[in-house]
């Protein structure tokens, strides 16, 4: 509605007399005007709608539009009369919007509205149709407390952790001595002064990439996490610090928003969330990787202390330099024993030792093998003499003789008088040589016949002589 008019509350949502007669006669143009065409579509340049009617059109749209309960900030407050007009301005985003609003509206507050409060306003769109603007008619309106952004922040905090975003097994670890750190932090802030310098004062080589950005406000969140994001594909980039001063609950609501934390939390590069001072516990405190109670404390805590590091590499170095004295003494104790030892003193003995077990041995050896060799001797002549006892050559020479047939297949030995049969041809081999003979048949046999030849022989001679 125009700041120089009243509205006057019709119970049709505040428009006044004057604008239902400002419809009445556009209704009756628009009579007049029987070729308007009906629908957006089918207008031309020929052929086109009145202004009028658009307008009327897109407020019986907005019409339709339910009311609805919405969260911002009022940076316009002007109160005039029984009328109060405001802008309110999105918590997050640089988009704000006019509203208005009935006395009675902000009489039913408990404490005065003022300019910067945030609150959640129940408004109904309308436009308002002879200046064509926008306007948010507010039908009830409530101040969001310290006690409500507490209980939200709870909420998101409980369900980040449900969801695993806190544990400590996801959190990674600073290195000791970072090459580079990012430092996000506010324009020319007291925080990044006290970053930048308690850490060169313990560290007086270290380096920072600076991102200035929001640190309050609607355009915080996305600042912040556009800076992290840069500095998080940094690859020489080894920590990353995020750093405010003190401030209240609604400065502090950025680091506590899901869009930021999450960028937190799907950083690969560690995070050091340095938000207000110790009783100051935003989100962004669980999600990073480790929390300082003040920027001061962050700068400790990221960089070693140049002078007790130093401190420590003298006493480490202290400690080498007496250990490796201690292992000198011992090696030099430990070789001075093994020089005294008789073999390294006189390792002329050590060769004269093994010399005479070499002659012993060769002396062992010689006779062992000389043994052997008389063993053997002594064994083949046993061999020879058992060979010889059997020999039948040895029986032979002991004066007996082998009989055999002289000739012929039948050449065999005779073993009995059946063999060799009267007028066979018989072989005897003695010691020396070999006798042909023949047999007489058997020995019996000849015996009898040679004693009955000599009877007879005998008494032939007899009669002989007798005669």
């Known amino acids: 509605m125009p700041e120089s008019a009243e509205p006057v509350d019709n119970g049709l949502g505040g428009y006044g007399a004057a604008e239902e007669v400002g419809e009445t006669a556009a209704d009756a143009a628009d009579g007049a005007r029987a070729s308007v065409p009906e629908r957006a579509a089918e207008t031309t340049p020929d052929n086109p709608w009145p202004l009028a009617l658009l307008s009327r ?23 005039r ?42 408004v109904k769109p309308e436009m308002w149709l002879k200046t064509g603007r926008l306007n948010m008619q507010v039908r009830n309106i409530r101040p969001v407390g310290l006690g409500d952004l507490l209980a939200r922040i709870e909420r998101l905090r409980h369900s980040l952790g449900a969801e695993g975003l806190f544990a400590e097994a996801r959190k990674k670890r600073l290195p000791l001595l970072p090459h580079s750190i990012g430092l996000i932090t506010g324009r020319d802030s007291d925080a990044k002064k006290d970053v930048l310098r308690n850490a060169a004062l313990r560290w007086p080589a270290v380096h920072f990439e600076i991102r200035e950005v929001a640190v309050q406000g609607p355009s915080a969140v996305s600042e912040v996490t556009r800076a992290l994001r840069e500095l998080d594909a940094r690859p020489e980039v080894d920590v990353i610090v995020i750093a405010r001063g003190g401030g209240s609950l609604e400065d502090l609501l950025p680091f506590s928003d899901e869009r930021l934390v999450r960028a937190v939390a799907d950083a690969a590069t560690p995070v050091v969330s340095a938000i207000g001072h110790e009783a100051d516990r935003p989100i962004l405190d669980d999600v990073a990787d480790l929390r300082a109670s003040t920027p001061t404390d962050a700068a400790k805590r990221i960089v070693p202390d140049v002078t007790d590091e130093l401190a420590r590499v003298h006493h480490c170095r202290e400690r080498l330099e007496r250990q490796i004295a201690l292992l000198v003494g011992r090696e030099t104790q430990q070789l001075a024993l093994l020089r005294s030892r008789p073999v390294l003193a006189q390792p002329g003995q050590m060769l004269t030792a093994r010399h005479e077990d070499l002659e012993r041995l060769l002396a062992r050896a010689h006779h062992a093998v000389n043994a052997a060799i008389v063993r053997g001797e002594d064994a083949v002549s046993h061999l020879r003499a058992q060979i010889r006892a059997l020999s039948p050559q040895q029986t032979l020479d002991r004066g007996y003789a082998v009989v055999q047939h002289l000739d012929g297949p039948a050449a065999a030995v005779v073993r009995s008088p059946e063999d060799a049969p009267a007028g066979t041809e018989l072989r005897v081999r003695l010691a ?36």
């Open 57 to 79: 059109k897109l407020k019986e749209h907005i019409d339709r539009s339910p009311q609805v309960w919405i969260e911002g900030q009022v940076i316009e407050l002007n109160r």
């Open 81 to 122: 009369g029984s009328n109060a007009f405001l802008t309110l301005r999105d918590i997050e985003d640089e988009i704000s919007l006019s509203a208005s609003a009935w006395g009675q509206v902000l009489d039913r507050l408990k404490e005065p509205l003022e300019r910067g409060s945030r609150v959640v306003a129940l």
């Open 432 to 467: 020396r040589g070999a006798l042909a003979a023949r047999s007489e048949g058997p020995l019996e046999q000849h015996r009898a016949e040679t004693r009955s030849a000599t009877r007879s022989t005998s008494g032939e001679q007899e009669g002989k002589s007798h005669g």
